[in-house]
């Protein structure tokens, strides 16, 4: 079975530009996540879909992020413009949903980020 | 503030020899613990975990410990093996989030 999917796994801009990041979560799991991975820390929550509803983007920097879910399956997550501060590691997970606390999260590989 | 807390940004053992990788909580509401390992230019994966129902939980080499009058957990790994090093993170579920530590990162020597 394939895992979750995310690209590109490494991308390079300068600042005020727009990058896009895109998730595809393993097949059937109906919770997708996006979390930023500053060095040296662990993951941070940006956004939590339940099929194609956001139930928790309390953390997502509105001004500048957005992110979506069509369709209930692939996600994609966008920064314009970035700034230097969002150089960091972008990682999506998914789970199957309905398990509460003991859900297990499956996390991609992840996108690390350079803003120049 | 930190509510998941991993004081031990890194930790070196000798192949064979036990691992301890700590982690200390604030809220004494948290009910569910995890940890994850986390490899080079990959994703976490899931490890194990202890509900707060166990004061330990075994899984072939690893086994956590859950202290809740200390508001500590700890993961065991014996014996280590190179394949072990990696970055070991604490985490917890509240609400719809999951709040990781920091991480440790574990070096087993050969």
């Known amino acids: 079975e394939a895992g979750v999917v995310q690209s590109p796994r490494y991308k390079i801009i300068e600042k005020k530009q727009p990058v896009a990041f895109w998730c595809n979560p393993i097949s059937g799991h109906n919770t997708l996540y996006w979390y930023l991975q500053n060095l040296g820390q662990g993951p941070e929550l940006l956004i939590r879909?339940?099929?194609?509803?956001?139930?928790?983007d309390s953390q997502l920097p509105k001004d500048r992020f957005s992110a979506e879910r069509l369709k209930g399956v692939d996600s994609t997550l966008k920064i314009q413009p970035a700034e230097l501060g969002d150089s960091a590691v972008y990682l999506c997970a998914s789970s199957l949903g309905g398990r509460g606390q003991e859900e297990t999260q499956y996390f991609g590989p992840g996108t690390r980020l350079l803003v120049l | 503030d930190q509510q998941v807390k991993q004081n031990s940004p890194s930790l070196s053992v000798q192949e064979g020899r036990i691992s301890i990788l700590n982690c200390d909580y604030t809220?004494?509401?948290?009910?569910?613990f995890l940890w994850y390992k986390k490899y080079p230019a990959e994703g976490p994966t899931f490890l194990i975990s202890i509900s707060s129902i166990k004061d330990k939980n075994e899984d072939g080499r690893f086994t956590v410990f859950l202290n809740k009058s200390a508001k500590h957990l700890s993961l065991h790994i014996v014996p280590s093996q190179p394949g072990d090093s990696a970055v070991y993170f604490c985490a917890v579920p509240w609400g719809f989030k999951t709040i990781f530590g920091a991480g440790t990162r574990l070096f087993v020597k050969a």
């Open positions: 809220n004494s509401m948290f009910d569910y």
């Open positions: 879909y339940e099929n194609e509803e956001a139930v928790d």
